[in-house]
């Protein structure tokens, strides 16, 4: 009867009693790590005509080591390389399609009037290859530098017409004609930014891996009006390039000087000098990308 009474009277009192203990006990809130913001890195393929095959070797490196590329910034032949890599092509496609390439499919010859290359038939070519893909559409942001000529500013594009954009950004003055959209006229971005960090920095990136193709000349003095022109082009690239390389977090610095920038038969030797100069940055780009994740 007793255990009976002493029950009945505690049970009630239970619920009182839980109360009771959780107000003397102090809960402690989990801390909750705030999320990490990934390091959004930028890969800026510089301008050099020729030499630029040297991009797939360097594209081919980074993705058989697993660097992220959240950006892609092209110049000139830069972004021919870049709108490719951007659409989705894999490295080792890139490189079969730069080792197939016939100067044909890509530069149409004409009566030179202000340029003796039209610039159609490769703007007609990145758009066939990426199936017509307009920029903002693109697997990976891609942007394509040129030069307003009117005014002589630096011009972004973003959005639209890839292979427009690709064609204006590789519109060599002298060799190509000025390619006209809109209401403004454009010529290679080469002319104002051959490695274009700065653009690359304003479109958001943390981490920006230049690619310089243009910082050798070759110390031969040219024989013909093409080699005259490119060769003169590739000194004025490499003079601009210097300030805005200057701003990169990594630059990796092909050695393709020997190589002209017209010559298509040196592309075999193009690729693999981006290859070994990206494996000689992989160290401290690794180095880079942990520092951004401890942050």
């Known amino acids: 009867m007793h255990k009976r009474c002493a029950r009945s009277f505690i049970l009630p009192l239970f619920p009182l009693?839980?109360?009771?203990?959780?107000?003397?006990?102090?809960?402690?809130?989990?801390?909750?790590?705030?999320?990490?913001?990934?390091?959004?890195?930028?890969?800026?393929?510089?301008?050099?005509?020729?030499?630029?095959?040297?991009?797939?070797g360097v594209l081919k490196v980074l993705e058989m080591n697993h660097v992220p590329i959240h950006m892609i910034m092209g110049t000139s032949v830069g972004s021919f390389v870049g709108s490719l890599s951007a659409y989705g092509y894999p490295a080792y496609d890139l490189q079969k399609i730069a080792m197939t390439l016939e100067k044909g499919e890509i530069a149409d010859l004409t009566v030179p009037d202000n340029g003796f290359v039209k610039g159609e038939k490769l703007e007609a070519y990145v758009n066939r290859m990426i199936r017509g893909t307009p920029m903002q559409e693109l697997r990976i942001p891609f942007y394509a530098v040129a030069t307003d000529i009117?005014?002589?500013?630096?011009?972004?594009?973003?959005?639209?017409?890839?292979?427009?954009?690709?064609r204006a950004s590789c519109s060599i003055p002298g060799i190509f004609r000025p390619v006209r959209i809109g209401d403004r006229t454009y010529v290679d971005g080469g002319v104002v930014s051959p490695v274009a960090v700065d653009a690359a920095r304003r479109m958001g990136a943390d981490i920006v891996i230049a690619v310089d193709i243009s910082g050798e000349i070759s110390g031969t003095a040219p024989t013909t009006t093409l080699d005259t022109i490119f060769q003169s082009i590739n000194v004025m690239y490499s003079k601009i390039a210097a300030a805005q390389l200057a701003r990169a977090d990594v630059v990796i610095h092909p050695q393709v000087g020997y190589i002209a920038s017209g010559?298509?038969?040196?592309?075999?030797?193009?690729?693999?000098?981006?290859?070994?100069?990206?494996?000689?940055?992989?160290?401290?780009?690794?180095?880079?990308?942990?520092?951004?994740?401890?942050?």
Request: glycine share 10%; charged share 25%.
């Open 17 to 56: 009693l839980l109360l009771a203990s959780c107000a003397v006990r102090e809960v402690k809130p989990t801390p909750v790590e705030p999320p990490r913001k990934t390091a959004k890195v930028a890969v800026v393929l510089g301008a050099g005509a020729a030499k630029g095959f040297a991009h797939v």
């Open 150 to 166: 009117g005014s002589g500013q630096e011009m972004v594009f973003g959005k639209g017409n890839t292979g427009a954009a690709v």
């Open 263 to 295: 010559d298509f038969t040196k592309r075999h030797e193009a690729i693999l000098e981006g290859e070994k100069a990206a494996q000689e940055a992989l160290p401290k780009i690794r180095a880079l990308l942990v520092e951004s994740a401890m942050k």
